[in-house]
């Protein structure tokens, strides 16, 4: 079904590329979707010449077969989902941000829109759109054709409990990382302390630290006093009024943003406008 999907595009629009950027997939995962059918078929789809592709008649054949079908099945899935009543909008976002930012925040949301059922779901890197609606990424990584609106520029910096500032900072008027300092560092983002250097002009302690999985056990080890972690501001700003953290060197802006992706443009008055309005509003 896959295949066909990939292949009904491609016939559509009469090019791989521009099928690629509808379903938000690759140039090759395309073409290796449409030679599948044709080895399997045994016959050949399109004319291939000079990067430019044309239905044969097998092709235009199966085009129709393909559309029909889709259309029916469309028309289906909307009489099946107005039977069933609103369906929510579903919101990808990365976990560490998901946990310490957007889920403590959550409440607000229901009270100013309590007619939009929003469903999250942790994720990261490329979106698998028709799986979600809509997804808060960093801008780290391919969109894929994907709209993207900006919610907030990514600022970060050292941070540590509280208990434990004397023994990784100086006291100095302006503190800096004590040579003996344990840095906690993550796998899904190892340079984040050297970005934090490169941005600040600091210079790092030579000394190993621990690593671990994801951003939020190496800030929660941080509050356990296990050493300084690299802190996005989003992600610890709820902390640090708490007081479970501190950031004694501040933040600074490593030159990477959050944004919303979605397939196509939010449109003033639909549930897709009105989380990006109130996620804006909320950093």
Same mark, same amino acid.
């Given at each position: 079904?896959?295949? #066909? ?7 559509? !629009? ?11 997939? &690759? ?19 399109? =004319? ?33 989902? /107005? ?7 579903? #919101? ?8 310490? +930012?957007?889920? *403590? ?5 229901? /009270? ?8 999250? @779901? ?26 993207? =609106?900006? !919610? ?6 050292? @941070? ?7 023994? +990784?900072? &100086?006291? /100095?008027?302006? *503190? ?9 560092? &993550? ?8 970005? +934090? ?25 941080? @509050?356990?006093?296990?050493? @300084? ?15 479970? #953290?501190?950031?004694? #060197? ?20 639909? *549930?897709? %406008? ?8 909320? %950093?």
């Amino acid at each position: 079904m896959g295949a #066909l999907r990939c292949f009904e595009a491609a016939a559509r !629009l009469q090019s791989f590329t521009r099928a690629a950027q509808e379903l938000h997939l &690759t140039h090759g995962a395309i073409s290796r979707a449409v030679r599948s059918i044709e080895d399997a078929l045994g016959v050949a789809l399109f =004319e291939r010449r000079h990067q430019r592709v044309r239905l044969t008649a097998a092709g235009a054949r199966l085009r129709e077969a393909a559309a029909n079908a889709f259309d029916g099945l469309e028309a289906a899935v909307r009489e099946l989902r /107005a039977a069933a009543g609103p369906r929510p909008l579903r #919101l990808s976002c990365e976990p560490t941000l998901l946990m310490r +930012w957007l889920i *403590p925040r959550l409440a607000g949301f229901h /009270a100013q829109h309590p007619q939009i059922a929003l469903q999250l @779901v942790a994720g990261g890197g490329p979106v698998p759109f028709g799986e979600v609606d809509l997804a808060i990424r960093r801008n780290d990584f391919d969109r894929n054709g994907a709209h993207a =609106e900006f !919610l907030f520029e990514e600022r970060i910096g050292p @941070v540590c409990s509280p208990r434990t500032h004397g023994q +990784w900072l &100086t006291a /100095a008027a302006r *503190p800096r990382l004590r040579a003996e300092a344990s840095l906690l560092h &993550t796998a899904t983002r190892p340079g984040a302390w050297n970005d +934090w250097a490169r941005a600040s002009g600091a210079t790092l302690p030579q000394r190993r630290g621990q690593r671990f999985e994801h951003f939020y056990f190496s800030l929660q080890a941080a @509050v356990a006093g296990l050493g @300084v972690a690299i802190g996005p501001w989003q992600a610890v700003r709820d902390d640090i009024d708490a007081g479970l #953290l501190e950031a004694p #060197l501040g933040f600074v802006a490593d030159g990477s943003r959050y944004e919303l992706l979605s397939p196509q443009a939010p449109m003033a008055g639909t *549930p897709e %406008a009105a989380v990006l309005g109130w996620l804006r509003a909320q %950093a």
